[in-house]
């Protein structure tokens, strides 16, 4: 079965500091992957997306992501963060299983930016 | 932007009870899902639906588990007869396809079984 690990739980930064999320996934075939964010008190929300092409994608407000194929990862970069960044963050693979698809996401990653 | 819609917000319910939990996908999505999130874990699948069936459940929906789409609008989550370990975030969500180029993720509707 596809697994996904988000390795930091928990991430604490100064405001401008450059962020770094990391994602692994366990699964041999072609995987859909995706970062979603989820503002306190708020629902998730798509961040960006990778299924094919350039491995570097960009997503909204200045984060990007880096589809690793050989490492089966999926880092989530931001170069400076802002207090504003302060959210849970989820890793999200999607991968055909038994002629379906079934998304699978990471325990995720709790950001605190201070000011 | 389109928004799937979740109701109630909140539901505070009797452990043994019914409830409902009412989503309205998107309107010309044609996969629906529900996920839940238990306080400070990870967001966790539930079901998903196309073509007025089930087409994935995980092991948590279980029999006390059901869902409809009863007037093509509507896509319902039920839990049949509630218990506390049910508290938890339930999120809808809705693709117009398997989900490649992602989910719109509902508000949420927290429920709290007491």
């Known amino acids: 079965a596809q697994s996904v690990s988000q390795h930091n739980h928990h991430v604490i930064l100064s405001e401008a500091a450059s962020l770094e999320l990391g994602c692994n996934y366990s699964?041999?075939?072609?995987?859909?992957l995706f970062w979603y964010v989820q503002y306190p008190g708020q629902h998730l929300q798509l961040l960006l997306k990778?299924?094919?092409?350039?491995?570097l994608v960009k997503g909204i407000k200045g984060f990007e992501a880096e589809f690793i194929k050989s490492k089966f990862s999926f880092n989530l970069r931001k170069p400076s963060v802002q207090w504003s960044d302060t959210a849970e963050y989820f890793c999200?693979?999607?991968?055909?299983?038994?002629?379906?698809?079934?998304?699978?996401f990471g325990r995720g990653t709790s950001l605190i930016v201070h000011p | 932007e389109p928004e799937v819609t979740q109701t109630p917000s909140h539901q505070v319910t009797q452990m043994g009870q019914e409830v409902i939990l009412r989503c309205v996908p998107i309107?010309?999505?044609?996969?629906f899902y529900w996920y839940r999130q238990i306080l400070g874990q990870k967001v966790e699948f539930l079901v998903s639906f196309y073509n007025n069936e089930i087409s994935e459940k995980s092991e948590i929906f279980d029999d006390q588990f059901s869902v409809e789409r009863p007037d093509g609008s509507n896509f319902t989550l039920k839990i049949r007869s509630t218990k506390l370990e049910d508290s938890a975030m339930y999120f809808c969500?809705?693709?117009?396809?398997?989900?490649?180029?992602?989910?719109?993720f509902g508000s949420g509707t927290r429920l709290t079984v007491v």
């Open positions: 699964y041999g075939g072609t995987v859909n």
């Open positions: 990778y299924f094919s092409g350039d491995p």
């Open positions: 999200a693979v999607n991968a055909r299983t038994g002629g379906s698809y079934i998304p699978t």
């Open positions: 969500a809705s693709s117009r396809d398997r989900g490649n180029y992602g989910y719109t």
């Open positions: 309107s010309n999505h044609l996969y």
